[in-house]
């Protein structure tokens, strides 16, 4: 069993990202829903407040390190993590796989619209790539029973869920028991990412790790969630104290 590494109560799968599109290759292959999250720095702060989230995270079949933050407190820690395995980057690694292999997704979350625009991109970009559905994440309590029979009606090798953390990954544990697809996924901003609503930041940017200045950038509006980076680390060093290294 591979080694996990343990980010402030998180711990993280030790995995490249092409080790992670193998290794969810074959969860697909199982009868079992496997559930995937996807935490930064951000998130994992969540966790430290949230004991339902921290234990939600504690159950997960996989937990890849999305942020260079993740992977520079681990450097930190001396447990390295061999390299980011961001969620965005993980979903186009896994839809190119899945057009590949006669495999079907369920796109679900975002704003009216943004799910079903996402795939039709998704489908050009990656032909042969079968979308079993879409539906949009603004839902009452009540209308969780239809869309779970959506889901369930067509299936998918994987759900990719767009509802932002802690509540996709709330709603993944939740109900993976009743949610007939393989592979679950929290994923964030993804559909609005896939249906061009959010550009990603220029590649000579995401080289440099510096995708996290982009957003801030260009989203001002979440001055609050990056307030919690320097908080992030403040605690990485005081653990780091507390292993006397």
Not at 77 to 100: A, F, H, I, R, W
């Amino acid at each position: 069993m591979e080694k996990k590494i343990n980010i402030l109560g998180v711990k993280f799968d030790n995995i490249t990202m092409s080790e992670a599109v193998n290794k969810i290759s074959k969860f697909m292959d199982g009868n079992v829903t496997k559930c995937i999250y996807t935490p930064n720095p951000e998130i994992v702060m969540l966790a430290q407040k949230d004991t339902q989230f921290m234990d939600i995270m504690t159950e997960a079949d996989m937990i890849v390190p999305d942020g260079i933050g993740i992977i520079k407190a681990a450097k930190m820690l001396k447990t390295p993590l061999k390299e980011k395995v961001g969620g965005c980057d993980l979903s186009y690694n896994l839809l190119e796989y899945m057009s590949k292999h006669s495999r079907s997704v369920f796109l679900f979350g975002a704003a009216p619209g943004t799910a079903d625009k996402a795939a039709e991109n998704m489908k050009k970009k990656f032909p042969g790539l079968i979308v079993a559905g879409t539906h949009n994440g603004y839902f009452k309590k009540e209308d969780e029973a239809a869309i779970i029979e959506q889901i369930n009606n067509s299936k998918p090798d994987l759900l990719l869920v767009a509802l932002g953390a802690p509540k996709q990954e709330k709603w993944i544990f939740e109900n993976k028991n009743t949610i007939q697809a393989k592979v679950c996924i929290g994923v964030g901003g993804t559909l609005d990412i896939m249906a061009g609503n959010l550009r990603r930041a220029p590649k000579w940017m995401l080289k440099l790790n510096l995708e996290w200045l982009y957003r801030f950038v260009k989203q001002p509006t979440r001055f609050k969630r990056f307030l919690e980076l320097p908080k992030f680390v403040i605690k990485v060093f005081i653990t780091k104290g507390k292993r006397g290294e």
